[in-house]
């Protein structure tokens, strides 16, 4: 099982804290609008959940096949 990040849009307040402090550079904020988490690139690490001041971060878990 491997762990994302996955971002509440609605919550989202598109500050950036969480693109500037993911290590994998796998956040970019959608036309200022909200984080979007490429989960290719993310590895769950959960420093983007940690940094949030929204709190609109969870990390959850794929089942990859």
């Known amino acids: 099982m491997k762990r994302f990040a ?3 849009k609605a919550r989202c307040v598109s500050c950036g804290a969480c693109a ?3 290590p994998k550079e796998a956040i970019t904020i959608w036309r ?5 988490v490429d989960v290719n ?9 940690r940094t ?3 709190g609109c971060i969870e990390m959850r878990l794929c089942d990859e096949k």
């Open 52 to 54: 949030c001041p929204a």
């Open 6 to 8: 996955e971002v509440n």
């Open 20 to 22: 500037n402090e993911c």
């Open 32 to 36: 200022g609008c909200y984080a979007v």
């Open 41 to 49: 690139v993310c590895v769950g690490c959960g420093v983007c959940s």
